[in-house]
């Protein structure tokens, strides 16, 4: 076996990295990845350089892939180290470029090492992308190698001691075999299925027509709208408007069987919009934008039609993204994300691992906190 870096996932054919993508996870998918890639929503001038580690067998055939960057900042990734980045710099050296294995601008957790689980050699082919990743930090003289949002599979198999582990903290909402939301909200305390109740019914009182729409149903003129949406959304949040429109017409070419688009209209047109990826047993909510200003639409369109959609579809959990302690009093509990991260300085390193065994300590109060004393959901 050898590993290697490309620069582009287009020296990999799609058949070759979608046959790893065991899980069928929509963000480790060639045609996702690529995507952000084609559009220049992904590049070495958004400071995403990507430099994916491969692994071939003695036949040439790719047996191992992950994707990774080179990145040359620390903005969206969703979990923070700007503060490291502060810290190393000030005491005289040079935090980028690192790496980092991550899916750009989406805080969800997924696969970062994609090997075939048949295969009698994975557990070879896994060490040899971690050790690809220290190379590639030793070699290059670079601070750090980061992946982010790993699965709990993942944050158990990587035992070398090198390796500094994480903890984060998100709100997921999870499917517990409803019929439909009205017996989702009777599982709810009173005061939480009342101010749901509420804000949905000041939804209506708008002239507001709401649709879920996927597949062949999407087209160019939507996206455009989408589009409109979320870069009015960025301007208001002082945020970067990361995504291209080519990319929502890429993905709605390659992948518009695994897009949920619910979008608001309002005298027959298009005002608002939430983008959801459709996995196997969980939706994705990404993206979402508006151009009218109407109280709880946000809520409705991200949370309340995308637990419906869950609910009628039997997905079992619904990820809203990162952040958002509002999620819960609509339903959303708290869970534990996880990252690791490989730093060379070897003091630093020690700093660091010092600083994520505090910050676990707090977040798993937190998550104990939360989930008990501020569950929304009645004990009766």
Same mark, same amino acid.
């Given at each position: 076996m050898k590993a290697e870096l490309v620069s582009s996932l287009a020296e990999v054919g799609k058949s070759e990295w979608d046959s790893l993508n065991a899980s069928e996870h929509p963000f480790t998918s060639y045609d996702f990845l690529n995507s952000l890639e084609i559009s220049n929503s992904v590049s070495s001038k958004t400071g995403w350089n990507p430099q994916h580690i491969i692994v071939k067998n003695e036949k040439g055939n790719i047996i191992g892939v992950s994707p990774n960057y080179l990145k040359m900042h620390s903005y969206g990734e969703y979990i923070f180290?700007?503060?490291?980045?502060?810290?190393?710099?000030?005491?005289?050296?040079?935090?980028?470029?690192?790496?980092?294995?991550?899916?750009?601008?989406?805080?969800?957790?997924?696969?970062?090492?994609?090997?075939?689980?048949?295969?009698?050699?994975?557990?070879?082919?896994?060490?040899?992308?971690?050790?690809?990743?220290?190379?590639?930090? #030793?070699? &290059?003289?670079?601070?750090?190698?980061? !992946? @982010? %949002? +790993?699965?709990? *599979?993942?944050?158990?198999?990587?035992?070398?001691?090198?390796?500094?582990?994480?903890?984060?903290?998100?709100?997921?909402?999870?499917?517990?075999?409803?019929?439909?939301?009205?017996?989702?909200l009777s599982k709810l305390k009173s005061s939480k299925r009342k101010a749901i109740k509420k804000e949905r019914k000041t939804i209506l009182n708008n002239n507001l027509v709401i649709q879920k729409v996927t597949g062949n149903d999407l087209n160019d003129k939507i996206w455009d709208s989408f589009y409109d949406f979320?870069?009015?959304?960025?301007?208001?949040?002082?945020?970067?408007?990361?995504?291209?429109?080519?990319?929502?017409?890429?993905?709605?070419?390659?992948?518009?069987?695994?897009?949920?688009?619910?979008?608001?209209? #309002?005298? &027959?047109?298009?005002?608002?919009?939430? !983008? @959801? %990826? +459709?996995?196997? *047993?969980?939706?994705?909510?990404?993206?979402?934008?508006?151009?009218?200003?109407?109280p709880f639409l946000h809520f409705e369109l991200c949370y309340y039609q995308a637990i419906e959609y869950a609910i009628e579809h039997n997905i079992k959990t619904v990820e809203a993204g990162a952040q958002g302690h509002h999620k819960i009093q609509r339903g959303y509990v708290a869970e534990l994300t996880y990252s690791s991260h490989f730093i060379q300085n070897e003091s630093f390193a020690k700093a660091v691992r010092n600083f994520v065994q505090l910050e676990a300590m707090e977040i798993d109060k937190q998550i104990e906190l939360i989930n008990q004393q501020g569950s929304p959901y009645s004990n009766i």
């Open positions: 180290d700007h503060a490291w980045a502060n810290a190393f710099e000030n005491a005289g050296g040079q935090y980028y470029p690192k790496a980092l294995s991550a899916i750009p601008f989406t805080p969800a957790t997924g696969p970062r090492v994609l090997i075939n689980p048949n295969n009698p050699d994975k557990d070879k082919i896994f060490e040899l992308i971690i050790n690809m990743f220290e190379m590639i930090v #030793q070699n &290059n003289n670079l601070s750090s190698a980061h !992946l @982010n %949002f +790993i699965t709990d *599979n993942l944050n158990k198999k990587l035992k070398n001691e090198k390796w500094i582990k994480r903890k984060g903290l998100q709100f997921h909402w999870h499917n517990k075999d409803y019929n439909s939301f009205d017996d989702f979320y870069l009015n959304t960025i301007d208001k949040k002082w945020g970067g408007a990361y995504l291209t429109k080519n990319f929502f017409y890429l993905i709605n070419k390659t992948m518009k069987n695994n897009i949920l688009l619910i979008i608001a209209k #309002q005298d &027959n047109k298009i005002v608002a919009g939430a !983008l @959801n %990826f +459709i996995s196997k *047993n969980t939706l994705y909510g990404r993206n979402w934008g508006s151009i009218v200003d109407i």
